[in-house]
């Protein structure tokens, strides 16, 4: 596909073929940096702008990019979404084609730095439980009723959908439109890790920390279930320093807020407790889908790098002893 668009990409020969053993690393997760060590290597050693790797089923995508320093760094998952929404809105404005109803579509627990550039330019934001089916289900509903039209689509655990063509996540088109990106970047004399810095500089520097706590054996489940069951039954005001604005439970579906009003979600039910902070930060803690773990994610903003992510540390330490 690069070579049909004209960009010029190499492969990793070790990787170029298909081994259902994947052998050549100890989980196929491009979550993980020691998934792309390979790729960035190769990147290192060819004078490679960006590095892409997929998963298996090549849905979601992993990136390294360079920084001013010329050093390779890992994208988050939400750092990858969030250029990505950037640059479709930007150009579409360009070219004038940012329909009046355009909208995107992102999960309860990815950034909310989304949120701030797509408002900023006249986009719709609609937020959608964990699970690309939830972003896919909004997207057949539009294309029945046309209220809105679907311009992208993400999740901060690596999943983006560029277009409506499909109803998940597809890491193939994306690393079309990360590479188109850069081209276009470099093109205007500047480069992903610039527009990076740009976009935190206008919309506000975010840090995300996330983190898992497991229940081992066979009562690993119950304990579990315990811990949410005791989170739901208490009134948490502040966490980490932090003034609770909301307390979302989608258990009930109630949205519980601090002036003691109550409304609804409007989700589905889904084993959630989602902390509303003030400045569009937020806690949320669920457990995971496959494995006896709790799930802790925390965003914050903050007037730069160093002190957003003292901040994130803060609240996780604090969102950590409401586990205990």
Not at 139 to 154: P, V
Not at 252 to 270: A, E, Y
Request: net charge neutral.
């Amino acid at each position: 596909m690069f070579k049909r668009l004209g960009i010029n990409a190499n492969v990793v020969k070790e990787q170029a073929f298909p081994d259902t053993e994947f052998s050549t690393v100890a989980v196929p997760n491009p979550e993980n940096a020691a998934t792309l060590a390979m790729g960035v290597a190769e990147g290192d050693k060819i004078g490679a702008d960006v590095v892409l790797g997929t998963d298996p089923d090549a849905d979601r995508l992993g990136v390294a990019i360079r920084n001013n320093e010329g050093k390779f760094i890992l994208l988050t998952g939400n750092q990858i979404g969030i250029l990505l929404l950037d640059y479709i809105i930007r150009r579409r404005k360009e070219k004038g084609i940012l329909p009046k109803n355009a909208a995107i579509v992102k999960t309860i627990v990815t950034s909310t730095l989304a949120d701030r550039i797509a408002k900023a330019n006249g986009v719709k934001v609609f937020n959608v439980l964990t699970g690309f089916k939830f972003i896919g289900e909004k997207m057949t509903e539009w294309a029945e009723t046309g209220e809105y039209t679907y311009i992208f689509g993400f999740e901060e655990s690596y999943g983006s959908l560029c277009g409506t063509y499909a109803r998940d996540k597809d890491a193939v088109v994306a690393s079309v439109m990360f590479a188109e990106m850069l081209l276009y970047l470099e093109s205007k004399g500047s480069s992903v890790y610039k527009r990076l810095e740009e976009i935190m500089a206008e919309y506000g520097h975010y840090s995300e920390n996330n983190s898992s706590t497991t229940y081992k054996g066979l009562s690993g489940m119950e304990i579990m279930a315990g811990v949410m069951k005791n989170l739901r039954s208490m009134d948490i005001k502040e966490i980490g320093g932090e003034k609770v604005l909301s307390v979302a439970d989608y258990i009930s579906g109630d949205i519980k807020h601090s002036d003691g009003k109550v409304t609804k979600t409007g989700l589905p039910q889904s084993d959630v407790i989602y902390l509303k902070l003030e400045e569009e930060q937020f806690v949320c803690i669920r457990p995971s889908g496959t494995e006896p773990k709790l799930k802790i994610y925390v965003l914050v903003f903050e007037k730069d790098k160093r002190a957003s992510e003292e901040k994130a540390a803060k609240i996780m330490e604090a969102a950590k002893k409401l586990l205990s």
